[in-house]
């Protein structure tokens, strides 16, 4: 079983940065694909972005790209989510997300941790 615990989330003005961690319990990190979905109210989970298992190969939603990057130490077992740029939309709950083969932007990760709030004000 794997646990993930998100951090970082805050309120934040539009315009600012903000960076999420993803701890994971694991011993060997390098296993799991990993990402982050986000989540408001009444809307299904979106995709944000991914990173592979051992290369770090990245992708990321339209709605991020060039202001968001994700980056992951597979010695700290820990996962980022630099944001930068951040607008009133990308308000939400993040999620990161863990699997050891699925990589992707559908929801269908095996692993989530418990989320974390990212509020920008406008």
């Known amino acids: 079983q794997v646990q993930l615990v998100e951090s970082g989330g805050g309120l934040v003005q539009a315009g600012d940065s903000l960076r999420l961690s993803c701890a994971a319990s694991?011993?060997?990190?390098?296993?799991?694909?990993m990402g982050w979905f986000r989540q408001t109210p009444g809307k299904e989970r979106e995709f944000v972005g991914a990173?592979?298992?051992?290369?770090?190969?990245?992708m990321y939603a339209d709605s991020v790209k060039g202001r968001f990057t994700i980056s992951r130490d597979n010695i700290k077992n820990t996962m980022y989510l630099q944001m930068v740029s951040l607008k009133s939309e990308d308000t939400a709950v993040y999620y990161c997300?863990?699997?050891?083969?699925?990589?992707?932007?559908?929801?269908?990760?095996?692993?989530w941790g418990q989320g974390t709030q990212v509020t920008v004000s406008s």
């Open positions: 997300v863990a699997d050891r083969i699925r990589l992707g932007n559908t929801p269908s990760y095996e692993y």
């Open positions: 694991v011993s060997t990190l390098s296993l799991y694909n």
């Open positions: 990173i592979s298992r051992r290369d770090g190969w990245t």
